[in-house]
């Protein structure tokens, strides 16, 4: 008797391809003691340091109790630092150590072969459509872009 299997759904081949993707950078970026949340974070310090620890939540789509560990483990390598805000003593403020922003390169040229790597053999206009396809899910579902 053949086993039969239904279809695999958008959502879950989304997921799918998430975790796999996660995967692959997370083995890629451990060299360098750090995980795809800490790339994530480093990614916004690399395009505007002093993001206070309360806005970096929404703009790396990670919820404030999981995100305390990421920044955490940031801090103890040496790659960022918190700063009290000197407006207001109650917020810190978020700033790259040199060695922090001396990652930007390897990381992202990782990031960018691995992201290469996933999307061989499709076409550029099929990223393309893929990429308008996945915004218009997150502006459908009502999720800033």
Not at 17 to 38: D, I, K, P, Q, T
Not at 124 to 134: F, K, Q, S, W, Y
């Amino acid at each position: 008797m053949t086993e039969h299997h239904p279809p695999i759904g958008t959502g879950l081949l989304l997921r799918r391809a998430h975790r796999s993707l996660a995967r692959v950078l997370n083995a890629r970026f451990a060299a360098y003691n750090v995980s795809v949340a800490g790339f994530n974070v480093l990614f916004v310090l690399w395009h505007g340091s002093g993001v206070t620890q309360s806005e970096l939540p929404k703009l790396v789509d990670i919820d404030k109790a999981t995100l305390t560990p990421i920044i955490d483990a940031l801090e103890r390598e040496g790659l960022i630092e918190r700063r009290q805000d000197p407006a207001d003593r109650r917020r810190n403020n978020l700033f790259l150590t040199s060695r922090g922003q001396s990652l930007e390169a390897p990381l992202m040229a990782l990031a960018t072969e691995v992201v290469a790597a996933a999307l061989q053999g499709v076409a550029p206009g099929e990223v393309a459509t893929l990429r308008r396809g996945l915004l218009a899910m997150l502006q459908n579902l009502d999720e800033p872009v």
